[in-house]
Nanobody
Framework: QVQLVESGGGSVQPGDSLTLSCAASGRLFSIDVMGWFRQAPGKGREFVSGIERTSGTPEYADSVKGRFTISRDGAKNIVLLQMNSLKIEATAVYYC?????????????????WGQGTKVTVSS
């Protein structure tokens, strides 16, 4: 099993920045990709960004390209999501997810492990 713990959520104003962190533990050899999804009230879970743990190759949803940056630490068991120029529509619960295989997927069902989520609220 793999355990994922998110942190860093909070309430900010439009245009502010926030960094989310996801710490992974357990059978880390079984995961190759870590990703961030978000779920706004009344909506489905949406892919935000993902990163391949070994190479550091990132992918982003079009809606966040140029504003969000995903990275992983040297030990490769913490993934960060730097979110800049936040918009009101970014309000959601953000989930960290992990999967085996080296392909970053935007499909939630392809991820094997999930964190409990951290809430981000963007409002004026």
């Amino acid at each position: 099993q793999v355990q994922l713990v998110e942190s860093g959520g909070g309430s900010v104003q439009p245009g502010d920045s926030l960094t989310l962190s996801c710490a992974a533990s357990g059978r880390l050899f079984s995961i190759d990709v870590m990703g961030w999804f978000r779920q706004a009230p009344g909506k489905g879970r949406e892919f935000v960004s993902g990163i391949e743990r070994t190479s550091g190759t990132p992918e982003y949803a079009d809606s966040v390209k140029g504003r969000f940056t995903i990275s992983r630490d040297g030990a490769k068991n913490i993934v960060l999501l730097q979110m800049n120029s936040l918009k009101i529509e970014a309000t959601a619960v953000y989930y960290c997810a992990a999967k085996g295989g080296y392909t970053i997927s935007s499909i939630p069902a392809q991820y094997d492990f999930w964190g409990q989520g951290t809430k981000v609220t963007v409002s004026s």
